[in-house]
């Protein structure tokens, strides 16, 4: 039973996979409806690379432009002398390349197949996912990195099992977490660092990292603490890696998002609080209510998430957060091991500072731009509405029986067959006329 669960898990995940593959490189170099300014911006960055060489703190028009992306699409441009199909190729790859590591991470931190499937199925044919795969844009290098180095993070430790003892107490036993690796985290500090190099996003999502520790820390008391040290080693290599931008930005302070909290808190200190509501409206309301004006790398308006995923997304961060309140209570209620609860909680609450770190972003950038200054919460947007299907797949089993969960998830297929249909004509036929 088991080899034909982890058979029917490979011919899943190849078959997504390879959905997510066709949808990003079909027709590339001819669907894309031309330039866009922003990509521009990034085709001058990669020209400014081949003429004056790599610089690790590269400015375009007095701005700094982070070189990662750049520098990949210049060496792809050795190889296929288009620079446009150079670019759109490298952001399809870079997008593929998160299909895999949004999965691995998924798997690592829950161990459940099924939500990690769910969750790369939504990202595969998601609208938003696509168009940050296809367009030329720096914004994917960071949901790239960021999973790498969370992926990495979670391969560094392990759970213990439940213990099976005579004197065991439930009401009295936390799962431990043992380091598996030090090289684990310190891969996960290299790709942390790289991410830097990635967006303007990442100078905020690094810190879901040790915020990650901190929570977890605080709402499972003794859990984590013999692998503190991990956390160290992999903050102490992200740091030398960002070294250079660490330093450039020191000497150019307003290209902090220090300088955007200070306008912010000037007009919290004046009583001038409409622009900060109207802020926290835009940040909260840009995955389902309504979305980026621009039309660089959106449809004007368009909202991150469509009506079902919205409807998903909402009842999976609701469940996230009852977990957090309540971390083992399904598993003195029989329902998992206390091993099983602490992956399922941490996982939740990754995921929920990966979504508040990445929303904190727009709230500081305002609605304009929102569609690349998320992209750092976009694990998350999928990962909430995969975690409220497996809810309900588990409450079916429980309520119903075996054909419960079969009717949900066949359910669920269905609506991202008719997600994927609607998100083909929206990026090949609707989005290339949008300027």
Same mark, same amino acid.
């Given at each position: 039973m088991k080899d034909l669960t982890r058979r029917i898990e490979t011919v899943l995940f190849i078959l997504i996979?390879?959905?997510?593959i066709a949808l990003r490189l079909a027709a590339l170099p001819i669907s894309s409806g031309g330039l866009r300014p922003g990509e521009s911006d990034h085709l001058n960055a990669v020209r400014q690379i081949e003429q004056d060489g790599l610089k690790l703190t590269p400015e375009v028009d007095g701005v700094l432009f982070e070189p990662l992306y750049p520098a990949l699409v210049a060496g792809v441009n050795l190889l296929i002398p288009d620079i446009e199909w150079a670019a759109r190729l490298v952001s399809a790859i870079l997008g593929i390349l998160l299909l895999g590591l949004v999965y691995l991470w998924v798997r690592l931190a829950t161990q459940n197949r099924w939500l990690a499937l769910a969750v790369i199925a939504g990202l595969a044919t998601s609208f938003w996912g696509l168009m940050l795969s296809r367009a030329i844009e720096r914004a994917i290098a960071l949901a790239v990195m960021y999973m790498a180095a969370a992926s990495f993070m979670r391969q560094g430790f392990t759970v213990e099992e439940d213990i099976d003892d005579e004197d065991f107490l439930p009401f009295k036993y936390r799962p431990q977490v043992q380091i598996e690796g030090w090289l684990w985290f310190a891969l996960a500090g290299i790709f942390l660092g790289l991410s830097l190099y990635t967006h303007p996003a990442a100078r905020l999502m690094w810190l879901a990292f040790p915020a990650f520790f #901190?929570?977890?820390? /605080?709402?499972?008391?003794?859990?984590i603490r013999r692998i503190w040290p991990g956390l160290g080693i992999m903050l102490v290599v992200a740091g030398l890696i960002a070294i250079p931008l660490i330093s450039y930005l020191a000497r150019h302070p307003d290209q902090l998002f220090i300088r955007q909290v200070a306008e912010l808190a000037a007009l919290a200190q004046r009583g001038d609080i409409e622009p900060l509501r109207q802020r926290l409206r835009n940040a909260l309301g840009v995955m389902t209510v309504r979305g980026d004006p621009q039309v660089d790398f959106n449809l004007p308006g368009r909202p991150l998430l469509g009506p079902m995923m919205s409807l998903l997304f909402y009842i999976g961060v609701s469940i996230a957060l009852t977990s957090l309140a309540f971390p083992y209570r399904p598993s003195r209620r029989g329902q998992r091991s206390f091993d099983e609860s602490f992956?399922?909680?941490?996982?939740? #609450?990754?995921?929920? /500072?990966?979504?508040v770190f990445g929303l904190g972003q727009v709230f500081l950038d305002g609605l304009a731009g929102s569609a690349t200054s998320a992209v750092g919460l976009m694990p998350a947007l999928y990962f909430f509405p995969a975690l409220a299907i497996q809810w309900m797949a588990d409450s079916a089993r429980q309520y119903v029986g075996a054909n419960g969960p079969k009717a949900l998830w066949t359910a669920y297929g269905v609506g991202l067959i008719v997600i994927t249909g609607m998100t083909i004509h929206t990026a090949f036929n609707l989005w290339p006329t949008t300027f």
């Open positions: 996979l390879m959905v997510g #901190v929570i977890v820390a /605080l709402d499972q008391p003794g859990v992956r399922v909680t941490s996982a939740n #609450v990754f995921m929920m /500072l990966t979504l």
